[in-house]
């Protein structure tokens, strides 16, 4: 059973590696949407795009003309041409130029958030390592509460998840792929129906209460793994999350072959997300 599991996490891996690289190219149409992960989408002046345009983790920036949505997540729409229908943005802006237009309505969700002293640090370490620090001290700091949070409403569903961990890693993962995907291409049909522009937020908010969920549980674990490493006594939960939170984004800055955003991509979020999703919905698959 072992052996089945490696083999089909294995194939997925093979299937998401090559789009989880910045360098990743754009997919082709599925559904009657473009699609682009981790890389900028640019709309040429003259261009005409007939179909959705959707990025995960980039900007999408509209010189020309789109004649269906946009939806951006993780990142920022610059519409200095036509958008025919929505404009969506989760966890970013929606910048419109003079000449720009959107002819359906234009959705925030989650903002980026103001670091304070932004200035003061882009002086010292120039804007390129500056904006790195700035993602990894705002992800640290929300995480950190959201994790924090999520284990104070629901701590019985998080010490679940966090005793399913360590001897169910293979199924979390693979539940966390199939989960993952699942959800892509439940967005794709959302995003050509009617109530495509309310569903997808509300879709992707969903998602994310159940990262959060789990991955709580994931830094309560190493959080009292570090903490017993160096022999300390018991502290409380809190604490815990707090070492782990950090643990785990002192790991994800690692920059050297683009280990950490690859542990980050293709583990950790697969993980605390299909771990969460067994603990609750497939209690008879889990081992203790």
Known sequence: MKNKIFIVILAI??????YSKAEAKMLPKV???????????????????????????????????????????????????????????????INIAPNGKVEGRTKEIIKDINIPFKGKFNSILGNNKANHNYKIISSFIFLTIFSIIAYNITPGYVSVIKYSIKNNIG???????????????????????IVGIFAVPILIIFYYIIFILGFSALAINVGEFVRSSFNRGVISVNKDILIGVLTIEILRSVVVFHIGSLVWNLFIVPLCIGIAVLSKFFKNRVIY
């Open 13 to 18: 891996f093979l299937v998401i590696i090559p």
């Open 171 to 193: 199924k979390g993962l693979l539940y966390g792929y199939i989960t993952f995907l699942a959800g892509i291409l439940l967005g794709m049909l959302l995003l050509i129906s």
């Open 31 to 93: 559904l009657g949407s473009i699609i682009r992960f981790n890389e900028n989408i640019y709309i040429q002046l003259d261009e005409v795009e007939d179909s959705s345009v959707i990025c995960f983790g980039a900007d999408v920036y509209v010189n020309g003309k789109v004649e269906g949505n946009v939806l951006v997540v993780g990142g920022n729409a610059y519409i200095n041409g036509k958008v025919n229908k929505n404009v969506t943005v989760i966890g970013g802006n």
